[in-house]
């Protein structure tokens, strides 16, 4: 019988380190899946996508423009002109030598100040992971000296956004786990739990990576950098908080128990169902995310979900098994022993002792912060930014894009599309050449062009390439192309408008439609898991209001530091949603194993106690966990990319708040004022006061805890 109690956990151990390398060799490939064009990402019905469909009659070799650019102050010359010439035969030879070329380069075109000389190359749009090489192999052909060379235009904004994600397999994940074993170092002051840690959440990464390559190899999900980067951290964080409290509680049944059996099994009997209730509201809560009408945000909750999944069965798996065939050896040089109770810790059962001795006030006081925070979450700017502003730091295309809009019309890399009935194209050219920020309107007249410069026409449609005078990528540009879709309307109401900007405005009209329809159901979902899990239908409520509260405090805290600290232009329409969702889910994991626990200690002294009990035992382990998985989605912001550096922080600032303020003062004193009721309608909420047995935590008196701070 005892060689069966170390066989099981043995055979797991080898079941999950034997799957490892073979796991890991498909999740490399993920990133190789990547799609990171929006035009990829939004639905059938938007405009944009229906012009995208019907443009490629007009053009059937379809292209990916590169626009190399040349720069000189002093102005170009003739000498510089001809060298001009000579590079760009040589950017075509590059491109066509690794297969890259779509169509013959344009001539040089010199601007009208005669300080640079524009010249487009069309690449082909399958090159997936070889446009950045391909990009860099032309920068480096175009160079002139003294001249100021650029490759921009959406072929150079992509190249850049590639060489931003090559870092997540790398640079991202090794900030994320060396903070997390900062921490852990720090927490449990032991060598070797810690790695244990790690390892289970290096191995739910793994096997989430490569059952997130198979989903979207089989064109199950569409996967990009950024949903691939938030998974990643996801995993991380949550298989880590897992971990924390399966080790904290065997810790605690180790010094009751003799048998490290026996506390495991314990352990794992207390411990699984918060585990698995907190990652099925993390699950159903992402998985909301299939609601949107954006492939990106339908994208992330699958793989986000696939994370968290893996992270709860490694912890409910590799970590016991690991665990229970160590024992207290897990926890050198500070082992827990049989029968010794640890000293009376003072943090958290002081925490306790103060909700339970003034709720009111600290209620009223916590919610009152938290309001006067939330006051603010209307101001958050969410119009949009630039996609070159997207980017942090140096950009060769971004810069190209800066140096376009000094000499030439800022969209002529990237021309809006018109397409009309053939009917009305002169009256609809007229109308949209009279539209504000509008610089030219040019007919589609093919390659050869057709008869007398006419229009090609197609299908009884004619193409019109509409030039804006502002950058394409723009906020001005997208309220530019909603004020020429609206001006268009009136001229013929068949007259649809597409290209990169109008993408752009599709995918922010979308993400407004996603808010309301996601957020709702996220809400609904969380509550009713909350509902079984805690056989209530006050508690639930009361935890969802609570977390609420608490991503409009947050959301109010970014609007003043995004702009007046950070200096941010602005934010993605989409990262509000994507913040809601996380902050929700993953704050309801706090007050799930809060809760669950006070459920335990009330059976017997009453809700009251019971909850300040659960504050005083799991105070140390929960805030140890909230520490672990804000700093995980800190490491977002290693990347030089604007939207995950303020999801690194929206999330990681968000998880502290409701770590410290929400699910350490809000909800233990709420839930000591509303006492058993807030357990209706189960048994709990129907006992007489006979039923509630003396506790020995007394409201006047600090409550003894039964870990220390430093066991968690």
């Known amino acids: 019988m005892s060689r069966l109690r170390w066989l099981l956990p043995a055979l797991i151990l080898v079941v999950w380190l034997g799957g490892a390398v073979p796991l890991s060799g498909l999740g490399a490939k993920l990133s190789g899946l990547q799609e990171n064009d929006i035009a990829a990402f939004l639905p059938d019905s938007a405009e944009s996508t229906r012009v995208q469909e019907l443009q490629v009659r007009f053009q059937p070799v379809e292209s990916i423009p590169a626009v190399l650019l040349w720069e000189d102050s002093d102005g170009i010359d003739a000498a510089t002109l001809a060298t001009i010439g000579d590079r760009l035969r040589a950017a075509a030879d590059t491109a066509e030598e690794a297969d890259a070329l779509a169509g013959d380069a344009t001539p040089p075109i010199p601007s009208a100040d005669g300080k640079a000389v524009e010249a487009f190359l069309p690449l082909s749009p399958d090159l997936g992971d070889d446009l950045l090489p391909v990009v860099e192999d032309l920068r480096a052909a175009i160079e002139i000296d003294g001249t100021d060379s650029f490759v921009t235009g959406p072929a150079g904004i992509f190249a850049d956004f590639s060489a931003v994600f090559e870092g997540i397999d790398g640079l991202l994940l090794l900030a994320a786990f060396g903070v997390v074993l900062v921490i852990l170092l720090v927490v449990y002051r032991s060598p070797l739990l810690p790695l244990l840690v790690i390892a289970t959440a290096g191995l739910a990464l793994t096997a989430a990576n490569a059952v997130a390559y198979l989903l979207a190899d089989g064109g199950v999900i569409t996967v990009n950098g950024q949903s691939q980067g938030i998974a990643s951290i996801l995993v991380v964080g949550a298989a880590t908080d897992y971990g924390l409290l399966l080790v904290s509680r065997f810790r605690e049944e180790l010094r009751r128990h003799e048998s490290k059996y026996a506390a495991m099994r314990i352990a794992l009997h207390r411990s699984w169902e918060p585990i698995l209730a907190s990652g099925a509201t993390v699950v159903l809560g992402v998985l909301c995310l299939l609601l949107s009408d954006l492939g990106s945000n339908r994208g992330l909750g699958p793989i986000s979900a696939v994370s968290v999944a893996f992270a709860v069965v490694a912890a409910l798996s590799f970590l016991p098994a690991a665990l229970t065939l160590l024992g207290r050896a897990a926890f050198w040089p500070f082992r827990p022993r049989y029968g010794v109770e640890p000293a009376a810790a003072r943090g958290w059962p002081r925490v306790a002792a103060l909700v339970g001795r003034r709720p009111r006030r600290v209620l009223a006081g916590s919610v009152a912060a938290l309001l006067a925070a939330a006051v603010f979450a209307p101001t958050f700017d969410a119009e949009g930014i630039p996609v070159s502003d997207a980017i942090q730091g140096e950009s060769n295309g971004v810069a190209g894009q800066d140096a376009l809009g000094r000499h030439f019309d800022a969209g002529t ?9 053939e009917e009305t194209w002169r009256v609809v050219a007229e109308t949209a050449a009279a539209t504000d920020d509008v610089a030219a309107v040019v007919p589609f007249t093919g390659a050869p062009p057709v008869a007398d410069g006419d229009p090609r026409v197609v299908d009884g449609l004619v193409r019109l390439d509409v030039t804006l005078d502002v950058a394409p990528d723009s906020t001005a540009a997208v309220d530019a192309v909603q004020n020429l879709r609206t001006t268009l309307d009136a001229a013929d109401p068949e007259a649809i408008v597409g290209g990169e900007t109008a993408s752009n405005l599709d995918a922010r009209e979308s993400g407004a439609r996603d808010l309301r329809v ?12 909350l509902a079984l899990l805690l056989r209530s239908l006050v508690a639930p409520v009361l935890l969802i209001a609570t977390v609420v509260l608490s991503v409009a405090a947050t959301v109010g805290v970014a609007a003043l530091v995004f702009g007046n600290v950070f200096g941010f232009p602005g934010s993605d329409p989409a990262i509000l949603l994507i913040a809601f969702v996380f902050l929700v889910a993953l704050g309801i994991d706090y007050n799930i194993f809060l809760m669950t626990r006070a459920r335990e200690e009330s059976a017997g002294p009453g809700t009251r106690d019971g909850v300040l009990r659960a504050l005083a035992v799991t105070g140390g382990v929960i805030t140890s966990a909230g520490m672990v998985l804000a700093a995980t989605f800190g490491a977002l912001s290693v990347l030089p990319l604007l939207f995950l550096a303020q999801m690194a922080f929206l999330v990681g600032f968000g998880v502290l708040l409701d770590t410290f303020v929400v699910r350490s003062l809000v ?21 007489p006061p006979s039923a509630k047995l003396s506790s020995p935590t007394r409201a006047d008196t600090p409550v003894r805890a039964t870990t220390s701070p430093h066991s968690t």
């Open 667 to 687: 909800v233990p004193a709420a839930v000591a004022l509303i006492g058993d009721r807030v357990w209706w309608p189960s048994r709990l909420a129907k006992r």
């Open 518 to 529: 996601i957020v709702p159901s996220v809400l609904v979902v969380i509550t009713l898991v």
């Open 413 to 421: 890399g990237s021309p809006t599309v018109v397409l009309t009935p």
